[in-house]
């Protein structure tokens, strides 16, 4: 591999104490981890020379379940791994372009006080490396991104990540750290088309995503791969926008944030409901979790959450607070009365489900929204079929239905990822059992089976 060297050492050196010769810095080898996880906090004395490895790579993997993309990325994820420094460091920074690449790549680090970013001196063919060194002069969340040209083309294939310069004292103690980044993706295909989908120019410069994503793929923050925390422990969240296009509205349902970073840097505010992250951009944000519950990460230009899969969880286990939050007995159901089939546990969980994601399109009351979504209540199509819907729920719809003599033709995001067995068997018998619905059980293996049907047909 053919090796390229620069260096700036940033052009205000003196702002945070003059550099010394390379030698009597500390030299630290980066430890970078796949997101959402975040390296460790940093607890030196003293700045290091820092050196970190980024290998652009060009992989296709599953954008959707079922639907494959050509994504190009920093060492095979979207984003890139979180690169945390501290304030002083000089990082030493390696960017290999893996042989089997078929563009050149960059980097410019939002973080960098130089020409670019980096980006003037990275340009690295693939086969190669480049190597150049900086001087973390400011302590903050930076994005750092592919500037190649057509620099929005490299963005958008999910070339960008997060880079944080620690201030010296470090940041507050918590209890989980974790690093998300939104990014939108634009495909010549349909949303969930399944096979190989492709880049669409045209969607880019129009700005009209096929997906609007956390880390790069639909349900990447749900079900196994959720974050996680307990009651009672406070959390850090590294966010991003990548863009290249749109500004994130980042909120989680069911949360206040405790604290936020304005875009990374020194502005802190306090009881936030949701934040603007501006493509390009980050924030910091802590929270504590009080109440056990899957709280989902959304972004708040609510389409995008519900319709292009702009949605997470956080799975807060622990002991109830019903002093915080609890569900008062003997309210009246929604709509109609529920048979025995769905008194219990299971309606409640399944009440609980219906809430937080089915509601947004089909409505408090299961009667949709003209023209967009079809009704729940009094569905012939439903329940005509119940067992049909384990399949929709699972896997998605797409393409025109008619439901009480009306046609529509939205579609129906795949949430087999985001719920478990009995989730959707819950929900699903809530679901029959109320808005005056003919009543009927889906049981957990009712799911599994059809799970296992899909898994035996798939290539």
Request: a neutral charge; one cysteine or more; aromatic letters at 8%.
């Amino acid at each position: 591999m053919r090796k390229f060297s620069f260096v700036f050492a940033g052009l205000a050196a003196a702002a945070v104490g003059a550099v010394g010769a390379r030698g009597e810095l500390p030299s630290i080898e980066e430890a970078l981890v796949d997101p959402p996880g975040v390296p460790a906090p940093i607890h030196r004395s003293r700045p290091a020379r820092v050196i970190v490895r980024l290998k652009t790579e060009e992989v296709v993997r599953e954008i959707a379940d079922g639907s494959r993309y050509d994504f190009w990325t920093f060492n095979g994820s979207v984003p890139g791994p979180l690169i945390r420094v501290r304030l002083g460091d000089t990082v030493e920074l390696h960017l290999s372009n893996d042989a089997s690449s078929r563009m050149s790549h960059n980097i410019d680090l939002h973080a960098v006080m130089g020409p670019g970013g980096g980006a003037a001196v990275s340009l690295t063919p693939p086969g190669h490396e480049s190597v150049f060194s900086f001087k973390a002069m400011r302590p903050g969340l930076f994005i750092y991104h592919c500037a190649t040209p057509p620099v929005p083309m490299h963005i958008a294939n999910g070339m960008y990540g997060l880079i944080l310069v620690e201030p010296p004292q470090g940041l507050p103690e918590v209890d989980r750290e974790y690093y998300v980044m939104q990014g939108d993706f634009y495909t010549a295909e349909p949303y969930h088309t399944p096979g190989q989908v492709t880049f669409d120019i045209k969607k880019l410069l129009a700005e009209q995503p096929t997906y609007v994503l956390f880390n790069g793929r639909e349900d990447s923050l749900t079900g196994s791969r959720a974050l996680t925390s307990k009651v009672g422990e406070t959390v850090r969240l590294f966010v991003g926008d990548g863009g290249p296009n749109l500004v994130s509205s980042f909120h989680i349902i069911g949360q206040i944030f405790d604290t936020v970073r304005v875009e990374g840097g020194d502005l802190v505010n306090h009881n936030v409901q949701t934040t603007l992250i501006p493509a390009g951009g980050a924030a910091m944000i802590e929270l504590k979790t009080l109440v056990p519950g899957t709280f989902l990460l959304v972004d708040h230009s609510i389409t995008r959450a519900f319709m292009k899969g702009a949605l997470g969880q956080l799975i807060v286990s622990g002991p109830a607070a019903p002093e915080l939050y609890r569900k008062i007995s003997g309210e009246a159901p929604a709509s109609g009365a529920a048979s025995p089939a769905a008194d219990g546990d299971a309606s409640a969980r399944g009440k609980r489900v219906f809430t937080q994601i089915c509601a947004a399109c089909h409505q408090p009351d299961g009667m949709g929204l003209p023209g967009a979504f079809p009704p729940l209540a009094m569905s012939d199509f439903l329940n005509a079929d119940p067992r049909r819907a384990v399949g929709i729920v699972l896997h998605g719809l797409s393409g025109k239905i008619t439901v009480n003599s009306t046609g529509y033709e939205s579609q129906m995001p795949a949430f087999g990822r985001r719920l478990g067995d009995e989730d959707i068997a819950d929900v699903l018998t809530y679901v029959l059992n109320h808005f005056n619905n003919k009543g009927g059980v889906i049981r957990a293996e009712d799911v599994r089976a059809a799970r296992g049907a899909q898994a035996k047909n798939s290539p």
